[in-house]
């Protein structure tokens, strides 16, 4: 995937100050490639990203995430790590149709993120929760060779 600043440059070549200010303009799905990508060593940035993507879900600014917020954000998520899984296993020799998932296969990647966001099924997010499992999540499926 590739992002765009505000000068038309990839997030790559763009200066550091200039994503920073862009933050909040940034989609979902694009805080979460962000997250995804940001280096271990750099742990204020990847902080920043998550708070960015905590407050696109906390529309009552309650500091919760909770019902449709909580619900809306799983989906998200869902739906990144869904396309990074089919990138993995395309890479790893699929047929020319694509990568099929099964549906039980679907629902437990699901099930899995609600869970390790929301260990105790209260179904509410904290930020100190999405902070402690977003990266862990995100880096699930990471392509890495062996």
């Given amino acids: ?23 909040g303009n940034l989609t979902p799905s694009q805080l979460l490639v962000r997250i995804d990508m940001a280096d ?4 204020s940035k990847c902080q920043n990203l998550i708070e960015s993507l905590f407050k696109k879900f906390d529309k009552d600014n309650s500091g919760m995430l909770e019902g449709e917020e909580f619900k809306q954000l799983v989906l998200e998520i869902y ?3 869904v396309e990074e899984m089919k990138v993995k296993f395309k890479d790893a020799g699929s047929d020319a149709e694509g990568v099929h998932l099964h549906p039980s296969n679907l629902e437990a990647i699901q099930n899995w993120i609600r ?15 999405l902070k402690a499992t977003i990266k862990t999540i995100v880096d699930e499926c990471d392509y890495s060779e062996q």
Avoid: H, I, W
């Fill in 115 to 129: 869970s390790t966001m929301d260990p105790s099924g209260s179904g509410k997010c904290s930020l100190d929760q």
């Fill in 40 to 43: 271990k060593e750099d742990p």
């Fill in 1 to 23: 995937l590739k992002l765009k600043c505000s000068n038309g440059l990839s997030t790559f070549n763009c200066r550091c100050s200039e994503a920073s200010a862009n933050m």
């Fill in 79 to 81: 739906g990144y790590v």
